[in-house]
């Protein structure tokens, strides 16, 4: 895994351990009290599933082989040497199961009783770690029968006949699994100021297991998934959690058998709470992306230097996996939209803090120059529009009238009717100035100027004819705003700018301040949409934003008769040559924020875009983002993206002007991304054609 010579990676394209992610399951059994042979052969069941399911990593609940709910039968010689014969049975039975197993047991070490962790692989007992921080308050009587981790002595004990590392101090690493080092710790360890997790974590584990029994109370599994998420996300790792469930002891408490997997903090899976019997949940974890997390995430690495002399003294143990062959499916959500949440309330909220983001910046630069106008042109185009829509909402805030936009549509040897009405509806409902200027005459002076062809007759469009206009229009807005006092606002938005889908100095690429800057287009979209649901502008306003939404995305560069569209339409199409927003922006999100290989972010792509039956598909998904791509689109236009990216583009974002990060990143040389303009694509494009299959 991660050695590409003398082989070929294709024929395992879909298996998931390739790329970098693990199945881990979550177990949570039937038991009965002070019955461990029958909850041996419960766990191993279930692991059993486990294995048949793909994991590689299977926890159960804390004193699982016992049931946590024994009280003082826990110093009863019979029931620990049965649990130790439980213990037997899941070693014997690991011999033909792939996953990693985690089960709770007491054991006698060093005259005292802990409350332990065991790992345990292929037919061995891997290593066992005691409980660190024993819970003694409200219904919590721990220290009665057990003792804390510190009381031991003993760094490795003598269990079932071989010397096993004994202690909280333990790193589980998978030799032939980059980035899987495990850590164990119990229930209570976690609601600690400082759990043992957080110092494996610093370590180097990535994949921290915690054996729980946690009785149930009102308001209390959401309070963990709380710790679980803050635990996960500051520690940048995965946490898979596993509380008690059906058949403990109700005496005095209940039991919800609430099991859940969290990637930082992301909840991957959820059991079913209060269930009647077991139950299995499982999810992949993405140790890629933690790994990436963590390398550019300084403040981690200065916070495990701080704590260097105890982290020296934790203890690996290390083991080599099974790792299963074959296409496993994927059990994770990949959205399509990776900058956009899928749920319809978190959607809601990010485009208000979007939203509210590029108002305030905007709002800070017109107050700290002492700039009252804005000058900025309107093609009827998406970009344009949503920097328009933020300029009014601009002026109100600071008390200006909208009357200080001063708003230009300059049609020119392409711009379609539809365009140029929409730009005129658009201005007049929100009370800007508006103008029109024909940049045609001043064009034509040009290209005569430059004794191009189009100037004497001749049907050439070419990119010199396409940036003439565009050129023109900026000309234009500066001037303008010399003149007439204003800012120039731009409206490039980040994908057209990790594409290089702008021309260098002109008004896509160079303005005074751009709203836009970081924000992709499938969130242009969405802050349109936004817009009209909630209602901030009259019905004919919003008539006008659906009809720009629904048009096609085209620079309107080249008359529509002369352009070579497949499809008859005549309209020279931006996502025809660049490819569609919706594929880019999602390479642009993993390529950018995690540094991914180009054949991980095709393997995501289709797992997100590739056909599905109509149950599959999400119920808040609207019908125009149901595309499907197969992988041989998907790797074409990854293929576009990483030449366009690393190669062509990098010197017109080295000089982007000033404007708000917004969302999940940005491209300012100011901001997330730095990088030299002269790179060679070479490496991922070569990743890309020799490690994704065409079809």
């Given at each position: 895994m991660g050695d590409h010579k003398g082989r070929t990676s294709q024929p395992d394209f879909h298996n998931l351990y390739r790329h970098g992610l693990i199945r881990a399951a979550v177990c949570v059994p039937e038991v009965r009290v002070a019955e461990p042979g029958f909850n041996a052969r419960a766990t191993v069941d279930l692991a059993r599933q486990a294995h048949d399911a793909g994991a590689v990593v299977a926890l159960f609940p804390e004193l699982g082989l016992t049931a946590y709910?024994?009280?003082?039968?826990?110093?009863?010689?019979?029931?620990?040497?049965?649990?130790?014969?439980?213990?037997?049975?899941?070693?014997?039975?690991s011999r033909?199961?792939?996953p990693l197993l985690t089960v709770g047991l007491p054991l006698p070490v060093d005259g005292r009783l802990f409350n332990c962790a065991v790992a345990v692989h292929a037919g061995r007992v891997l290593a066992a770690a005691p409980k660190t921080y024993l819970p003694n308050y409200r219904e919590f009587y721990e220290k009665r029968q057990f003792a804390g981790a510190d009381a031991a002595v003993s760094t490795d004990i003598e269990l079932l006949g071989e010397r096993v590392p004994f202690g909280n101090d333990l790193l589980l690493t998978a030799t032939n699994v980059p980035g899987l080092t495990l850590h164990m710790e119990l229930c209570e360890d976690l609601w600690t100021p400082i759990p043992p997790s957080t110092y494996a974590a610093l370590a180097g584990a990535t994949v921290l297991l915690n054996l729980s029994a946690?009785?149930?109370?009102?308001?209390?599994?959401?309070?963990?998934?709380?710790?679980?998420?803050?635990?996960?996300?500051?520690?940048?790792?995965?946490?898979?959690?596993s509380a008690a469930g059906p058949g403990e002891s109700t005496n005095d408490l209940a039991w919800d058998g609430h099991a859940v997997i969290f990637e930082q903090d992301r909840l991957l899976a959820e059991s079913e709470r209060f269930p009647s019997g077991a139950q299995l949940i499982?999810?992949?974890?993405?140790?890629?992306?933690?790994?990436a997390e963590r390398l550019r995430t300084t403040s981690f690495h200065d916070n495990a230097a701080a704590h260097r002399e105890r982290l020296r003294g934790l203890r690996q143990v290390r083991f080599e996996l099974e790792l299963p062959a074959g296409d496993l499916g994927l059990k994770r959500e990949v959205r399509r939209f990776p900058y956009i949440p899928a749920a319809a309330a978190e959607r809601d909220a990010l485009c208000y803090e979007a939203y509210n983001i590029q108002v305030h910046?905007?709002?800070?630069?017109l107050a700290a120059s002492g700039i009252q106008r804005i000058v900025i042109g309107v093609s009827g185009g998406l970009d344009s529009t949503q920097a328009l829509l933020v300029a009014a909402q601009t002026m109100d805030r600071l008390g200006l009238p909208r009357a200080n936009i001063l708003a230009y549509t300059m049609p020119g040897f392409a711009t379609s009717t539809e365009t140029r009405d929409n730009a005129w509806a658009l201005m007049r409902a929100l009370g800007v100035t508006a103008d029109e200027i024909d940049i045609r005459p001043s064009c034509e002076q040009m290209l005569k100027d430059l004794g191009h062809p189009y100037a004497d007759g001749e049907s050439v469009y070419d990119i010199t004819f396409e940036n003439v206009q565009a050129g023109e229009r900026t000309s234009h807005l500066f001037r303008l705003a010399n003149q007439r006092g204003g800012l120039v606002l731009g409206t490039g938005d980040l994908s057209e700018i990790a594409l290089g889908w702008s021309t260098y100095g002109v008004g896509d690429q160079m303005s005074h301040y751009n709203v836009n800057a970081s924000v992709p287009k499938t969130l242009i979209q969405d802050l349109i949409r936004w817009v009209i649901a909630t209602g901030q502008f009259d019905a004919a306003t919003n008539q006008t934003l659906q009809a720009i939404l629904d048009t096609e995305i085209s620079p309107e560069l080249v008359p529509a008769d002369e352009t070579d569209a497949d499809d008859g339409a005549g309209i020279q199409s931006t996502e025809a040559k660049i490819g569609p927003y919706e594929l880019q922006d999602f390479n642009a999100f993993w390529i950018t924020r995690y540094g991914l290989k180009p054949s991980k972010v095709a393997f995501l792509a289709w797992h997100a875009w590739h056909d599905k039956d109509a149950g599959e598909w999400p119920d808040n998904l609207p019908p125009e983002?149901?595309?499907?791509?197969?992988?041989?689109t998907i790797k074409h236009w990854l293929r576009v993206f990483c030449r366009r990216f690393f190669q062509i583009s990098q010197f017109k974002r080295t000089c982007m002007p000033n404007g708000p990060k917004v969302g999940a990143g940005s491209l300012s040389p100011r901001g997330d991304w730095r990088?030299?303009?002269?790179?060679?694509?070479?490496?991922?494009?070569?990743?890309?054609?020799r490690d994704v299959p065409d079809a």
């Open positions: 709910s024994n009280d003082d039968l826990f110093h009863q010689q019979a029931l620990l040497a049965a649990a130790l014969d439980a213990l037997a049975e899941v070693v014997e039975a033909t199961l792939r946690s009785n149930i109370t009102i308001g209390k599994a959401a309070y963990r998934n709380d710790l679980i998420a803050a635990q996960a996300g500051k520690c940048i790792s995965a946490y898979l959690y499982r999810a992949d974890i993405d140790l890629e992306v933690l790994q910046g905007l709002a800070k630069r983002r149901r595309n499907q791509y197969d992988l041989a990088a030299p303009s002269d790179s060679e694509p070479d490496v991922w494009l070569e990743e890309l054609r």
